[in-house]
């Protein structure tokens, strides 16, 4: 069976009878090339591919760096093509028909060591309004988990400093209330005495404002999140979310309880929360391996 004729009447099929775009044809071409020299080097007929084949070959794509993406890109691109080869009989039987996207490849959060979170906090310094502001923004995210569409939407009567807590609005609307540790109360308790009086232009019941007086925005606080961690000098890549990361996988590596951490997080399933078991994990492996004997 000759390869080379059978994926150019598959790119055939893709342009012609599915009216997909050029660019569209080229990365199946480009995905399917590359899947056709790891075959070759096996020395395996398109014939005889089986599934564990193809496992192997989207491992060590993403062995070499690949985005998750990117292989669970490979993969749609090699069940199409073997859809198409079983549709037209030129192989009995579709390894792929059983397979799903690579879920388990799914690219684990960036974290903050605890050390890095200290550093990032300690960077907002100062006495100026914007630092004190700044402040209290990171060690609210830190120590509530919230995601950042959360923090710009909370109102002054949402937090309760004397009962250490907070009522928040989540995804879908769902409101939740989250601890709000005696850290983070200090910096807002700060800010509102010695910050957001300066920010107030007009009556606003928002927590937290920008230099007009107006409700932050989120843009705002990815760039407060991104300019500290300038300062502070960390190199990982910071996210939005990286403090929400770091918060849950914080929490799990000290004992806290998966059900407990889903409830703060405001996940709807706990299947979302269990990747920072994955995380913590990680975490375990580590001090392992620093740690035993014989690792």
Known sequence: MDKEYLLKDFLSYLGLERGLSENTVKAYNKDLSKFYGFIQSRK????????????????????????????????????????????????????????????????????????????????????????????????????????ISELVNLKVFDVNLDVGFLKCKGKGGKERIVPVGSEAAKAIQRYLKEARAKYLKKSSDFLFLNRSGEKISRQTCWKIIKKHAVLSGIKKYISPHTLRHSFATHLLEHGADLRSVQEMLGHANISTTQIYTHVDREYLKQIHKKYHPRS
């Open 44 to 147: 395996v007929d398109l014939k005889s591919v089986r599934r564990d084949l193809i496992s192997d070959y989207l491992w060590s794509e993403r062995e070499k760096g690949k985005e998750s993406s990117t292989v669970a890109r490979n993969l749609v691109s090699i069940k199409s093509f073997f859809r198409f080869l079983t549709r037209e009989g030129h192989v009995d039987e579709d390894p792929t028909e059983a397979m799903d996207s690579p879920k388990l490849w799914k690219k684990l959060p960036e974290v903050l060591s605890v050390n890095e979170v200290e550093k990032l906090l300690n960077s907002a310094e100062g006495r100026s309004p914007q630092a004190i502001r700044d402040r209290a923004i990171l060690e609210l995210l830190y120590a509530s988990g919230l995601r």
